[in-house]
């Protein structure tokens, strides 16, 4: 009840802010590429007379409240052209701008005061950008660029090694991540152990990455948001691009489907399978594939059609004995529609899934599990002035979880056929966000996010003694998994668990002068879904569990201050932050728990905290033939699970331990060099402490083989993780603008071939029984080329 | 079953292009503990009345001799009280028992005292189907080209089963251990293998397999896994000290490690057949 009344004491005050109206016109409208009419993400609209600026939003939208006059605007864009015009306002006005990128018509376009820098104005920190032409211009390695690469070299973000799926942000785990492709969520970001991202950099057209200060109208994960965005795809003319190379290849094709309204997109990705293997005479592979699409049409002035998809998957066969097949499926449908000059909606319904099977010929097993959600979602943006932007919406999702099914593949087979409960959720969530300037050089911006969590039937639950699933077993001073002592029965969609949390969020920023200012940031944020999984690095069998009665919903509160600068005339940047972050009810694992195929996963976790603080800096270089950026992280990511009664020894002695995602330091120099227009070259270098690990502090002998004996978690790292990555880029006929356009990326990843380690493992020699240390690492020297083409 | 699938995680992993090289890494050595080696085993066909229980120490892990310990007395009672006494081979650690009665489904209590300290572990003495046949193939292991030596056996349907089994052999430098369950193939024909690309024919291979409790299955599920070098690896859980059954009444501080297990056991020698 309490929590109600603040949600509509909110709503009272937003409906009071955005009260006072004055008599002022709106110019609005769209910008875009005015080659291909793809929309432009954050493009910005300045006002010259009144010095007043603003953005445009995902959809390419911009509205900004004037007084009646006649003003010049200037519009600009990230590596496009500025262009500048006049605009008589004497009643609302509806205007589209079209930019030419950078490499088309370079002649008329005057490249200044467009490129990126850091924010100064806007309350948003801890949040990095990159637009498709900047993701074109990061180094490439092994003949594609990466985007979850592109954001492995921004502070705050590493990743728990080489052959690891995912990444970590400011010291969260992996599933802690909300990323978001086209709005649909996705499951699992990397193809073949993270060599890959999910992501056809070609189909992509805008990535922001929220480490922090995170909007309300993102929720359900507590660490990040990475929020891609799709092309949309050229509605003037038929476009093809694609690439050739040793490792994988790639053709995208877009086009108008009728010109200037509707347009299409669609790409695909494949490797071959055999080049990631050793050179052996058997029949393993490796390889993966996807596919993106988009149809986009423009129905009214005010009404846009957007359906997006993609499916990827990955494919491991093992000598026809083993058979891995795992990938994302999503479909969006979106409908833009504007109510007004000043409101923006947007209504999206989408369906996204993530698929894992398995299949043992030898033993006869064949595994599949997966988890599904469908999505509505409603969103308004809300300019009410020039002061005030509102964002509200709601977000529902229900959630239909598949552990694993289990089946016999032959009648041979020793296996009997099992299904793990199936398990379903339900989550609401209701937000309201506003963005204020208080005064010219204090913005402020504030929001509140109520979230739902319902845990539906149909499924037969456990009890235990005391409401715990795990037992702790005095005697031998370990967790042991409680037996049941009955169950219970839920029918269709009757409540099995209910949640509710409210996600204040609030944001700062004090300019302090033209090209420096000071943001402070606080969010709280709740997690409903945990990836059930107590391997070192995230493997590929995700299996997500819904909180319930025994599993709790992780809740985030997160502050950081920043100081932001751009300085000689914005050709330098630096950011510079602090965070401090505790996540309540982090679930951890008892020793040795089995988490395949474990029909009773509340058997073996137990609910734990974790916190993270960390210094980033981000130095920039902007313009010139020679950019990049450093950047270096000094953080701590650590984790407890003390005992429930003093009796227990909780996990690890009860006492914090790094998590095996610690990084404390994490240095990353990315740079491009442009020596003429034929040759570009690109370098990156990586420095990180080594991963938390374990090591044995001893031996002993139990049934005639040797087993180590270890002391407290996490208390060791693995060596440095270094490597340094080059590319260069060769156009042959770079004068060349219209027709076939080619180009070559010769790469190296690994370039002095750093055997950095993705573990080490300490084991009985199998030929003479001495004990030794083994280090395993994954990725020597790669060398790739790639012939990129467009027409 | 279990090392299966994650063995088979770990491999698609290292599949591309994975390289393993033996490092010097320098270590700590922690406190000395107390490792109690107390396997019953009761072969089918025998008496089961001489029965070895070692008593050895923790020591630094690259050490090359393993300290045992000696003076330690050692009991076995059954449920009845009647006490089994262990004595000591002077020197070697090791503590015979001639005239143990091992019985089916009955508690056994073991009592060490040592150093001034009285350590206890109780379990029951589990059954175990027979072995019905072995079969050989040469189409074995993840790749399909080694020999591989499979032994059967039925599950009871009527109960929950644990099974641990050994495989000792010339080819195996140390034995080789899997423990399986019948979760998924409850009264079924079960079977479990080993496979070597070092297997000649004529090699003897020395099969067992006991019968074991739920809290044994889980020790072992874990020691074996931090033994066998599944401990670091990039798809291990975070390694521990696995703790087993047998307690240190006098101070808990100072655990003793190691099991105290009776199982019956179903033991065949398999001679590797020439190929055709």
């Known amino acids: 009840m309490n929590r109600l009344f603040y949600f509509y004491f909110f709503m009272a005050l937003f409906t009071f802010v955005s009260g006072y109206s004055q008599d002022k016109f709106t110019l609005s409208g769209s910008i875009a590429d005015s080659g291909s009419n793809e929309t432009l993400i954050g493009a910005s609209v300045y006002i010259k007379e009144l010095q007043i600026a603003t953005t445009t939003n995902q959809y390419g939208f911009y509205s900004i409240s004037l007084p009646a006059g006649t003003y010049t605007v200037q519009v600009s864009y990230v590596s496009f052209g500025t262009i500048e015009e006049t605009v008589e306002l004497q009643a609302n006005v509806r205007k589209n701008f079209g930019l030419a990128s950078g490499t088309e018509e370079l002649e008329e376009v005057i490249i200044d005061g467009n490129k990126p820098k850091a924010d100064i104005r806007t309350p948003q920190m801890s949040m990095n950008r990159l637009t498709a032409a900047e993701i074109k211009k990061m180094p490439v390695v092994l003949g594609e660029v990466d985007v979850l690469k592109s954001i492995l070299q921004l502070p705050g973000v590493t990743n728990a090694g080489e052959g690891a799926s995912g990444f970590n942000v400011r010291g969260g785990a992996s599933d802690q991540n909300l990323i978001l492709l086209d709005e649909a969520t996705i499951y699992n970001s990397s193809h073949l152990f993270g060599f890959f991202s999910v992501f056809n950099s070609d189909a992509i057209k805008d990535l922001k990455l929220y480490k922090g200060g995170i909007p309300a109208r993102y929720g359900s994960r507590v660490a990040s948001v990475l929020d891609i965005y799709q092309k949309e795809g050229n509605s003037k003319d038929f476009h093809m691009n694609g690439g050739i190379g040793l490792i994988s290849s790639r053709l995208l094709a877009e086009g108008p489907i009728v010109k200037d309204r509707g347009s299409f997109l669609v790409g695909g990705r494949t490797s071959y399978a055999h080049l990631f293997l050793k050179l052996t005479d058997n029949d393993n592979s490796a390889s993966f594939y996807d596919f993106n699409t988009k149809i986009s049409y423009k129905l009214t002035e005010n009404n846009n059609l957007y359906l997006s998809g993609y499916f990827g998957r990955d494919l491991f066969n093992i000598a026809d004995n083993f058979e891995n097949t795992y990938g994302n499926t999503l479909l969006n449908l979106r409908w833009n529609h504007l109510f007004s000059d000043k409101l923006f909606s947007n209504m999206s319904m989408i369906y996204s899934d993530y698929y894992y099977g398995l299949k043992l010929d030898f033993i006869g097993f064949n595994w599949d599990s997966g988890i599904k959600n469908y999505n509505f979602k409603y969103d308004f943006k809300h300019y009410i002035s020039n002061n005030t932007k509102l964002d509200y919406g709601v977000n529902l999702v229900y959630y239909d979880f598949n552990p694993g099914k289990i089946t016999p593949i032959d009648d041979e087979s020793p296996i009997n056929e099992d299904q793990l409960d199936k398990k379903y959720a339900f989550e609401p969530a209701f937000y309201i966000d506003a963005e204020q300037k208080l005064t010219d050089k204090l913005s402020v911006s504030y929001g509140l996010r109520y979230s739902l969590f319902y845990r539906l039937g149909s499924q037969t639950l456990n009890t235990y003694a005391n409401n715990q699933a795990v037992a702790w077993n005095n005697d031998l001073k370990i967790y042991e998994e409680a037996t049941p002592t009955g169950t219970v029965n839920y029918g269709n969609n009757e409540t099995i668990a209910d949640f509710n949390n409210l996600e204040p969020r609030a944001a700062v920023s004090y300019q302090l002068t033209d090209d420096q200012s000071v943001k402070a940031s606080y969010n709280r944020m709740a997690q409903y879904l945990h990836l059930i999984s107590n391997t070192a690095s995230a493997t590929p069998l995700d299996v997500w569990a819904p909180s319930d009665n025994f599993i709790k919903p992780q809740l985030l509160d997160q502050v950081a201050l920043g100081y932001f600068r751009n300085f000689k005339n914005d050709a330098y940047s630096l950011e510079a932050e602090v965070y401090y972050k505790k996540v309540k009810n982090r679930i951890d694992y008892i020793d040795g728990a089995d988490l395949i195929a474990n029909n009773a996963i509340e058997q073996v976790v137990l609910n734990g905290r974790s916190r993270a603080y960390g210094l980033e800096l981000l130095l920039r270089k902007n313009e010139g033939k020679f950019t990049g950026w450093i950047s270096y992280t000094l953080s701590r990511s650590e984790q407890q699970t003390p005992g429930r009664t003093p009796e227990e020894l909780g996990i690890n002695n009860g006492q914090w331990y790094k998590t095996g995602y610690d990084k404390l330091h994490n240095l990353s120099v990315t740079s491009a060099y442009e020596l003429s227009n034929k040759w570009q070259f690109g370098a990156i270098f990586t420095l990180q402490s080594g991963r938390p690990v374990t090591y044995p502090d001893g031996q002993y002998q139990y049934g005639d083989i040797i087993v180590p004996s270890y002391g407290l978690r996490n208390d060791n790292r693995l060596p440095a993780y270094h490597h340094l990555d080059v590319s260069a880029t060769y156009v042959p006929k770079p004068e060349k603008k219209k027709g076939w356009q080619g180009e070559w990326v010769f790469s190296i990843y690994n370039l002095y071939n750093r055997q950095n380690a993705a573990s080490i493992t300490f084991r009985q020699n199998e030929d003479n029984a001495n004990n030794e240390a083994v280090r395993l690492s994954i990725f020597g020297v790669i060398p790739s080329v790639t012939y990129n083409f467009k027409f | ?276």
Request: charged share 20%; glycine share 10%; aromatic share 12%.
């Open chain 2, 1 to 276: 079953m279990k090392k299966i699938l994650y063995t088979l995680l770990a491999c698609s992993a290292l599949m591309l292009t994975g390289c393993e090289e033996v490092i010097d890494v320098d270590l700590g050595t922690g406190p000395k503990r107390l490792v109690v080696d107390a396997s019953i085993n009761w072969i089918k066909g025998t008496s089961g009345n001489e029965q070895t229980i070692k008593l050895t120490t923790t020591t630094g892990y690259y050490d090359a001799e393993i300290p045992v310990v000696s003076g330690a007395t050692v009991v076995v009672a059954n449920s009845a009280g009647t006490l089994y006494e262990f004595t000591e081979v002077p020197g070697t650690g090791q503590y015979v028992c001639q005239y143990f009665v091992p019985q089916i489904n009955e508690a056994y209590t073991l009592t060490i005292l040592y150093n001034g300290q009285t350590y206890t572990g109780s379990e029951t003495l589990y059954d175990v189907p027979d072995i019905t046949s072995i079969a050989q193939t040469e189409d074995g292991g993840f790749e399909g080209n080694e020999t591989e030596i499979r032994f059967f056996f039925n599950d009871n349907a009527a109960e929950e089963n644990y099974y641990l089994s050994r495989f000792d052999a010339e080819f195996l430098a140390i034995p080789e251990y899997d423990v399986n369950e019948d979760r998924f193939t409850n009264g079924n024909e079960m079977f479990e293998f080993v496979s070597d690309e070092d297997i000649e024919p004529q090699d003897i291979i020395d099969i067992k397999l006991y019968g074991i409790s739920k809290q044994y299955y889980n020790y072992m599920a874990k020691l074996l896994e931090v033994a066998g070098g599944g401990g670091g690896g990039p798809f291990s859980t975070p390694p521990a000290t696995v703790r087993g059954n047998v307690v240190n009444q006098t101070d808990e501080a100072n655990y003793p490690l190691g099991y105290f297990r009776l199982s019956r056991v179903s033991a065949v020698s398999y001679e590797v057949q020439p190929t055709e």
